[in-house]
């Protein structure tokens, strides 16, 4: 840690842990001592290979088992195939995110998800699982839920992992290409007290519900980093705690998908480094296949405003 910023290193110390520090009879206890809902929400977007597995396991495990869990949300993102359903049969409470609060209109987008699901979850801690996982662990969510109780401080908790690429290869203890290439090298350039956090763009995170209420969430993928970035602001870094999860696969989007992805993590980090605003909302990517060319990709840089400063939804009579 010797190269890192000593703000860094200090927190990591501080800040860090492992699953394994968080048992899941300890935490329920504590949990039962403070007296928190947990709600699990899991963003979805066509992912009906695989969103069944994954509600099914935290149903099973932390909601009929340990009563950990006591609300499993997919928050269904303007899907096109069975995911809504599959989630549904495997027990999961279902929203659609243009059914909720549909006078706030609706957006694609993983952020959009997550900011809409604050109108429907009662947790006071709110666990992000995505919906694409593969090789994980229900304990995700006990390592991810326990720095929040046992620390009020703690407003934000990352987690991270050894990835797999592929069935049957080895992990590696490296970020995804957009973490690596992108996310981490702004962070250690804008942001060097938060270089020590491992993957900041990690898709499986926890966050008390008042507190991410506060915060603007940008409607893509830009949220993690914005979550990050604000709460480091608001509160310091040491509201931020990181976890580390052992190993995690998922599936993987093609590099083109990935550029959009980047170009929505450079919006966010601008538009909180300078007050910057996008000069474009979209991305020119060459494509090389049949009638080659350029394609133009839209890139989601627009934020919802702190879900405490909406008004309520009026209704009709």
């Given at each position: 840690m010797r190269r890192v910023d000593p703000r860094a290193a200090e927190w990591f110390v501080r800040r860090s842990s492992t699953a394994a520090d968080w048992r899941l009879d300890d935490v329920l206890t504590t949990k039962a001592c403070t007296g928190t809902r947990i709600s699990v929400v899991i963003p979805a977007r066509n992912e009906q290979d695989t969103v069944a597995e994954v509600v099914t396991r935290i149903r099973t495990e932390l909601v009929e088992g340990a009563g950990l869990v006591d609300e499993l949300i997919v928050m269904d993102s303007l899907s096109t195939d069975?995911?809504?359903?599959?989630?549904?049969?495997?027990?999961?409470?279902v929203h659609h995110v243009g059914a909720?609060?549909?006078?706030?209109?609706?957006?694609?987008?993983?952020?959009?998800?997550?900011?809409?699901?604050?109108?429907?979850?009662?947790?006071?801690?709110?666990?992000?699982?995505?919906?694409?996982?593969?090789?994980?662990?229900?304990?995700?969510?006990?390592?991810?839920?326990?720095?929040?109780?046992?620390?009020?401080?703690?407003?934000?908790?990352?987690?991270?992992?050894?990835?797999?690429?592929?069935?049957?290869d080895e992990p590696a203890p490296q970020g995804g290409r957009v973490t690596e290439l992108v996310a981490r090298p702004l962070l250690a350039l804008r942001r060097p007290e938060l270089s020590a956090v491992v993957q900041p763009l990690a898709g499986e995170w926890a966050v008390r519900r008042a507190h991410f209420a506060q915060l603007a969430v940008p409607v893509g993928y830009g949220v993690e980093m914005a979550s990050l970035l604000d709460t480091a602001t608001l509160c310091g870094i040491d509201a931020v705690a990181q976890?580390?999860?052992?190993?995690?696969?998922?599936?993987?989007?093609?590099?083109?998908?990935?550029?959009?992805?980047?170009?929505?993590?450079?919006?966010?980090?601008?538009?909180?480094?300078?007050?910057?605003?996008?000069?474009?909302?979209t991305l020119n990517q060459f494509v090389r296949s049949g009638d080659s060319g350029w394609?133009?990709?839209?890139?989601?840089?627009?934020?919802?405003?702190?879900?405490?400063?909406?008004?309520?939804?009026?209704?009709?009579?």
């Open positions: 069975d995911t809504a359903a599959r989630a549904a049969d495997a027990g999961a409470t909720v609060r549909p006078d706030l209109g609706s957006r694609a987008g993983k952020g959009e998800a997550l900011w809409k699901s604050q109108f429907v979850a009662s947790g006071d801690v709110l666990v992000f699982i995505d919906a694409d996982l593969t090789e994980w662990g229900a304990y995700f969510v006990t390592a991810l839920v326990g720095p929040t109780l046992a620390d009020p401080q703690v407003q934000l908790v990352k987690g991270f992992y050894d990835r797999v690429f592929k069935a049957g976890v580390d999860l052992g190993r995690r696969a998922h599936r993987h989007q093609s590099v083109h998908d990935l550029g959009v992805m980047a170009t929505e993590i450079l919006a966010v980090a601008d538009r909180r480094s300078f007050g910057t605003e996008p000069a474009a909302h394609r133009t990709r839209d890139v989601p840089v627009d934020e919802r405003p702190p879900a405490a400063g909406v008004p309520a939804e009026r209704r009709a009579g």
